[in-house]
């Protein structure tokens, strides 16, 4: 993603903008990874990004490819079940540590 400087759409909000497309591109079988991990540098001199705008975010986007040709450990990675952070561990309100009441609705 490459967004004019100094537009608000230059911050974290930019990426999560994709919301529907993400959505489009996974209901056609496609798989969408984004990341911020990139080299905005490298970005600018491959595609000649002009100065005045900014690559903020970098988006994979491909067909998955078959686990049974990838190395036994990054097959069992791939294969293994996904496992998220219970939301008590960074979703709160009021004060840092005290969980958000919609965590756990009434």
Same mark, same amino acid.
């Given at each position: ?28 079988? $496609? /798989? ?7 080299? +905005? #540098?490298?970005? =600018?001199?491959?595609?000649?990004? %002009? ?9 994979? $986007? /491909? ?7 990838? +190395? #036994?450990?990054? =097959?069992?990675?791939?294969?293994? %079940? ?23 609705? =009434?």
């Amino acid at each position: 993603m490459i967004w004019p400087l100094g537009s608000i759409e230059q911050s974290h909000v930019a990426p999560n903008r994709l919301g529907p497309q993400k959505n489009e591109a996974t209901a056609l079988g $496609l /798989g969408v990874h984004q990341m911020a991990g990139f080299y +905005p #540098d490298r970005v =600018r001199d491959l595609y000649g990004v %002009p100065d005045d705008f900014e690559p903020v975010a970098g988006i994979v $986007l /491909g067909y998955p490819g078959d686990p049974a040709i990838l +190395p #036994d450990e990054l =097959r069992q990675r791939e294969l293994a %079940p996904r496992v998220r952070k219970p939301l008590e561990s960074f979703v709160f309100e009021r004060a840092w540590g005290q969980t958000a009441a919609l965590v756990h609705p =009434r």
